[in-house]
Every structure is written in structure tokens, then in C-alpha cells.
């Protein structure tokens, strides 16, 4: 590129060589002035200049200064040559021969600098956001490559969608964004409708990187639209909600920082299934999707990101899985898991081990295989134990009470290879709840222990459907807190012991299918609170002081069982079958 010249000691101006008509006025004013030659006022100190011949831009090889406009335009930061580009062509030297020089005005000189500085500011700025840091982890944010300087620079919403879909592609499948309808991109319509006019600027900080905030809302949208949101119990759907903080959305608890970290949406009739996008609550502690109609798999992202995840509740529902491996990663946060009534198949993955502050399980009526006992050594805090009704097996471990101290209800109905039920039962003191029986193969044999009489918390107890033989031991009826006995359907035989009356606390009394005989005693005249009795399948009588008791509602026997009071008290549900 040829450059013009430029004298130290002359004024700053412009030289303008044209065929063009030019203002006489000026010509005359100026005909009789000295004109350099160009290779006099040569400054080798002088800036490097731009050539532009139709919109054909020549950058200098040392420093990157903006073309401004019109054609074949040379200019430094002192001097502006305008030639016709009919005398001059690209890499030509400008002829000084036939230049005329004029003044420029002050206004002139300053817009020319503005336009100048204007120019450089802008490329300077494309420069600097280029480089910038494409992520910022401490502040759970994610750097935006080459966004607009705002909202309004997309010329169309279908550009700021195709925009947004291309950020979002990091945190949801990239093909979820080829369905309009797909729950992802109903999401994005969603934030953009809700947001306007100030989208850009509610998406991104001042550092130009998206706000952890939208994608927490992102990844509610998302769940609400995957999971029939706009059905749920109740009427009022996140989707209508949008002029407030998703924290103040229904069904949504959140902390002091405006996380979100507890979803309560059970029994909401949610269909459908769950998105990986729930990953994204990274900071959720309990997420509980009980007794629902939802389906499929359950999103691996809650495992690997929501680290701080206590509690999981996906109890009745239609899930069909089989638990991940990577529930391990929750390691010792995780304190509560529900999978009760699910088609859950597999068995019990070995990083369950890994679960060592697990205090509740209930995998109740699932399909998961597997032997529970060689599991609950490894979780010491251990309150909750539901595993009936499931295909899980083992051998009652004799030393349970040492393994988890601090158990409270235990529910082992239809466990496999427990073939009696030990002395060493009365030895869980801090029982609550226990469950045997309904087991289909191998059913329990043996005894009622006496040791039973140690359960003193003890309030709800069943052994059903079972090859238990014997008497119904006395030492029962220190049981006083029980308020539900259930021993249907075994192989149990003589009278029911007097001390039956101490337990005052009963409510629910169910004695069927076996072959009890004589009468109930008259001290069961104590059980004030008695709300059910159920007697059939055995050679009992029903003394008068039975149906007395206030609260009785329901009381069912075989009508060939003695009940001279039944009669008189039809009207309260007494009835024989």
C-alpha cells in the first residue's frame, strides 16, 4: 500500500483530488498557495492508512484502523485525500499534481475523529469479548460466546430461539430442540414469551455468562411440561405463575439464596416422565413424586449432580428400572429412599453399600432381587426397613440388634428364607413396627417367642399367613402401647390369655383363620378405644361386655359363633359371615 505524506510544521487538513466539479470558490482562494510535494512532507513516523477502492478494505500490516465510508478513501488521524475513483485504482500512488488542499471546518475535523474513535471502540470491544473466559465454575455460571449487546439485536423471536437453543444444547440433548413440542423447547418459548422485553438482559449477567437462576427455572419449565403440568392437582401450573420468583411457585421450597431444595409434588397426578434436566437443581435436598401415574426411567442427573440430595420419594408410581449404580454417588447424604409400588426389576446394586446415612428404605411391592441382610450391616442409622412383598430373600441375622440399633419398623413380609422368627427379636427395643409372614414359599415354622413382651414401643404388629403353631403367650399383654395386633391366617390354637385386657391402647384386633376357641375374655372390656374386631375362621364367643365397647364399629364373625348382643347392636356394623 502506498502512504501519503504528511508535514509536521503543516496545519491539519484534508487533500481532495477530483475530477468532479469542485467549488469555485474555494479553487480561487486556494490557486495561488504553495502545494509540498508529497515526497517532501513524507512522515515515516506517520500512522499507516487504510485504502478503500469499492468497499474493498486493505488492512496495514501494523496496526488494525476501520474503514469509514465512501470510495477510495486514505486517511490518518490528521489528513483525509478523497480521490475519484476513476483516476485511481487499488495499489495506484495518488498523483499530487493535480491535488487541491482546503480547510476543513471544526465541526468537520471533530466528526471525523468521532467516527474514527467510534470504530476502534467497537472493533476493540469484539476483541475483548472473544477472549474472554468461557466458564466461570465458582459462580455457577456459564460463559456466552459472541451474544449481541442485547435483546433487541436478533432481528426475529425465531433468531433468538435458534440462539437459545444453541446455549441450552450444553445442558439438554440437542436433539430435544429439533420437536417444537418437546418439553425442552416448549421451556425456551416459554422463558422468551415470559421475559420480553428485557430477555437479554434478565439471561445473562453483566459479565455476558447465563444466570444459574435461569437455568433453575429452565429446569422447572421443563418438568412441568414433560409431566402434564398444566393438569396437576390443584389448577394453578407453574406456567401461569411466571410473574413471580419460581420460588414463590407452588409446590417449591427454596433457601435464603433463592435455591430451589425441596420439591413437594406428590400425589399431583403427574404423567409422563421425569426430563434429565432436573440435574440442574443442583442445590435440591428432597424430591418426592409420590403417588403419581409417572413412567419410564428415573434421570441419572439427579444422581451425578444434586450431591446434596437427602431425600428421594418416588413411591406408587409406574417407574421400570432398575436402581442405577450411580446412586452411590450420593454416598453419605442420601438419608431417605422410597421405590415403594414400582415395577422396579434387577437386583440390589453393591453401591448401595455406599449409602452409609441411610435411614429409610422402602422397597415394598417392586420387583428387586437380591439379599437384604447382607446390606443393612452397612447402614448403622438404619430406622426404616420396608422390603415386603418384593422378591428379596435372607436369613433372619441373629445379630440384627447390633447392626442397626436404632431400627423402629420393620417390614419383612414375604422375605424369603426367614424360616422362624427369632429370640433375639425381643432384643430391638426401639421397634415400633414389625412385619412377618405372607410368605408364598418356605413359610415361617416355629413359635410366637415370648420375647415380644421386650418391644415395649412397640404398636403395630402382624404375623400373617404363616405355619406359626402354639398359644398366644401370655407375656403379650405387656404390650401396652400396641394399638394394632394382626395374627390372621396361621396355625395358632387355645384360649386368648386374659392379659389381652391390659392392652388398652388397641384399636384394630384381628384374630381370623385360626383355631382359637372358647370365649374372649371379659377383661377385653378394658380395650376402650377397640374400634374393629374380627374373630371369624375360629371357635370363639362374644360375651356381652364386647359389645358395649364405645368405639366399636366393626365386629365380624361366622354367625354360628355366640354373640347374644350382636343383635342388638346390627345397627353399628355387628354382622356375621
Avoid at 422447572?220 to 420468583?245: F, N, P
Avoid at 364367643?541 to 364373625?557: A, G, K, S, T, Y
Wanted: charged share 20%.
Amino acid at each position: 500500500m502506498e502512504e501519503s505524506g504528511r508535514d509536521d510544521n503543516a496545519q491539519s487538513d484534508i487533500t481532495l483530488e477530483s475530477s468532479r466539479t469542485v467549488n469555485h470558490e474555494v479553487l480561487d482562494r486556494q490557486a495561488n498557495e504553495e502545494i509540498p510535494e508529497a515526497d517532501e512532507v513524507q512522515d515515516t513516523n506517520a500512522p499507516p492508512l487504510i485504502h478503500i477502492h469499492d468497499a474493498t478494505v486493505v488492512e496495514s500490516q501494523t496496526q488494525d484502523i476501520p474503514a469509514l465510508m465512501g470510495n477510495s478513501i486514505m486517511y490518518s488521524v490528521n489528513n483525509l485525500i478523497v480521490q475519484d475513483p476513476l483516476e485511481c485504482s487499488n495499489n495506484m500512488e495518488v498523483p499530487h499534481t493535480s491535488s487541491r488542499r482546503i480547510s476543513l471546518n471544526w465541526y468537520q475535523r471533530i466528526l471525523v475523529i468521532f467516527i474514527a474513535l467510534t470504530s476502534m471502540v467497537v472493533i476493540g470491544t469484539m476483541i475483548l469479548r472473544g477472549k474472554r473466559s468461557s466458564s466461570d465454575e465458582k459462580n455457577n455460571n456459564i460463559h456466552l460466546q459472541n451474544i449481541p449487546p442485547s435483546g433487541s439485536s436478533f432481528k426475529s423471536e425465531k433468531e433468538l430461539l435458534l440462539h437459545l437453543h444453541s446455549i441450552f444444547s450444553e445442558f439438554s440433548s440437542p436433539m430435544s430442540f429439533l420437536n417444537s413440542d418437546s418439553p425442552q423447547s416448549q421451556a425456551i418459548f416459554w422463558l422468551v414469551q415470559e421475559q420480553e422485553p428485557n430477555l437479554y438482559l434478565w439471561f445473562v449477567d453483566q459479565d455476558d455468562s447465563i444466570t444459574s437462576r435461569v437455568l433453575q427455572r429452565y429446569a422447572l419449565i421443563v418438568l412441568s411440561y414433560a409431566c402434564s403440568g398444566d393438569k396437576w392437582r390443584g389448577g394453578k401450573t407453574w406456567m401461569t405463575q411466571g410473574e413471580i420468583h419460581e420460588c414463590d411457585w407452588t409446590f417449591v421450597n427454596c433457601n435464603d439464596d433463592m435455591q430451589v431444595t425441596h420439591l413437594r409434588l406428590d400425589n399431583l397426578y403427574m404423567t409422563g416422565s421425569l426430563p434429565e434436566e432436573i440435574g440442574l437443581l443442583s442445590n435440591m435436598k428432597r424430591f418426592d413424586v409420590a403417588l403419581n401415574r409417572l413412567e419410564g426411567s428415573f434421570p441419572l442427573s439427579v444422581f451425578h449432580k444434586c450431591h446434596k440430595l437427602i431425600s428421594l420419594s418416588l413411591a406408587s408410581n409406574n417407574f421400570a428400572f432398575s436402581i442405577p449404580t450411580e446412586i452411590g454417588l450420593l454416598g453419605s447424604t442420601l438419608r431417605h429412599l422410597s421405590l415403594f409400588m414400582n415395577p422396579i426389576t434387577g437386583s440390589l446394586p453393591q453401591e448401595l453399600k455406599l449409602l452409609t446415612s441411610l435411614e429409610y428404605l422402602d422397597l415394598t411391592l417392586t420387583q428387586v432381587e437380591g439379599d437384604i441382610f447382607e446390606f443393612v450391616s452397612y447402614w448403622p442409622n438404619l430406622n426404616d426397613l420396608y422390603v415386603g412383598k418384593s422378591k428379596l430373600h435372607g436369613s433372619f441375622p441373629t445379630n440384627l440388634h447390633h447392626q442397626v440399633k436404632k431400627l423402629s419398623n420393620l417390614d419383612l413380609r414375604n422375605v424369603k428364607g426367614i424360616l422362624s422368627i427369632p429370640t433375639t427379636i425381643g432384643l430391638l427395643t426401639n421397634l415400633l413396627s414389625l412385619r412377618f409372614g405372607d410368605t408364598l414359599e418356605a413359610s415361617i415354622t416355629g413359635t410366637l417367642p415370648s420375647q415380644l413382651a421386650n418391644l415395649r414401643n412397640l404398636q403395630t404388629l402382624f404375623v400373617q399367613k404363616t405355619d406359626i403353631t402354639g398359644s398366644l403367650p401370655t407375656e403379650i399383654g405387656s404390650l401396652q402401647k400396641l394399638q394394632v395386633l394382626i395374627l390372621n391366617n396361621n396355625k395358632l390354637f387355645g384360649s386368648i390369655p386374659t392379659e389381652l385386657g391390659n392392652m388398652t391402647n388397641m384399636k384394630q384386633l384381628i384374630l381370623t383363620f385360626n383355631d382359637f376357641s372358647s370365649y374372649l375374655p371379659s377383661t377385653m372390656s378394658k380395650l376402650q378405644k377397640l374400634v374393629s374386631l374380627e374373630i371369624q375362621g375360629n371357635n370363639l364367643n362374644v360375651p356381652d361386655e364386647i359389645c358395649d365397647l364405645p368405639n366399636l364399629q366393626n365386629l365380624l364373625r361366622f354367625c354360628a359363633q355366640e354373640c347374644t348382643c350382636c343383635s342388638k347392636q346390627s345397627s353399628r356394623g355387628f354382622q356375621c359371615v
